[in-house]
């Protein structure tokens, strides 16, 4: 993975990223073998560093799906232990009609988890909700969303909504996305994160 890092930083045209941002478009290449993805890429400083510093302080991240939570676990593990949590663990047996369970459930866990960052790789839904809810005054925004929800139902609707939100966070425009490369922003904010503290 090194080799394969310091090739795509080598060979990675000018973006005008720097620093975390930079970090965090390396590792959605290696992780997507997308160098497009540099043209989708959202990612505002002063997200990620909110975001690295409440990392450092432990901060829970939360995820749509299990394959979310298992792509981050390793690295959560060996930088701050930071709790990992997939937000269906809050989910109830049932959606009512028009709802979803990982939206629901992704709503509570941030109820109760507010000082988190959230990562969404596969349900719109989820982000959709969380950002009504937002509106509706029920629901403090988290320290960042990573929104990355991929597809082609309510995706590009849910991340237009998360830009004009006012929510720190970090997004992919269009249709791409998914829980490997929305792990992988995540990834590389506690990697930088761990190695700014040591």
Do not use: Y
């Amino acid at each position: 993975m090194t080799e394969s890092l310091a090739l795509i930083r080598q060979r990675l045209p000018s973006t005008g990223l720097h620093g975390v941002q930079q970090d965090v478009l390396v590792r959605l290449i290696h992780s997507g073998g997308d160098w497009r993805l540099a043209t989708a890429l959202r990612c505002p400083a002063a997200a990620c560093e909110q975001a690295m510093a409440a990392l450092a302080r432990g901060a829970p991240i939360l995820t749509d799906t299990a394959m979310a939570a298992a792509a981050v676990t390793p690295t959560a593990r060996r930088t701050f232990a930071n709790p990992v949590i997939n937000g269906l663990a809050w989910a109830p047996e049932a959606a009512p009609s028009g709802q979803t369970r990982t939206a629901l459930g992704l709503a509570a866990a941030v109820q109760r988890h507010p000082c988190s960052v959230v990562v969404i790789g596969s349900a719109p839904t989820a982000l959709l909700h969380l950002l009504a809810l937002g509106r509706e005054g029920r629901l403090a925004p988290p320290v960042m969303v990573v929104g990355m929800p991929v597809g082609f139902v309510g995706v590009r609707e849910a991340k237009a909504a998360l830009a004009r939100s006012g929510w720190p966070h970090v997004r992919l425009e269009g249709s791409r996305g998914g829980a490997g490369l929305a792990a992988a922003v995540v990834n590389a904010l506690l990697r930088r994160s761990w190695l700014n503290s040591q």
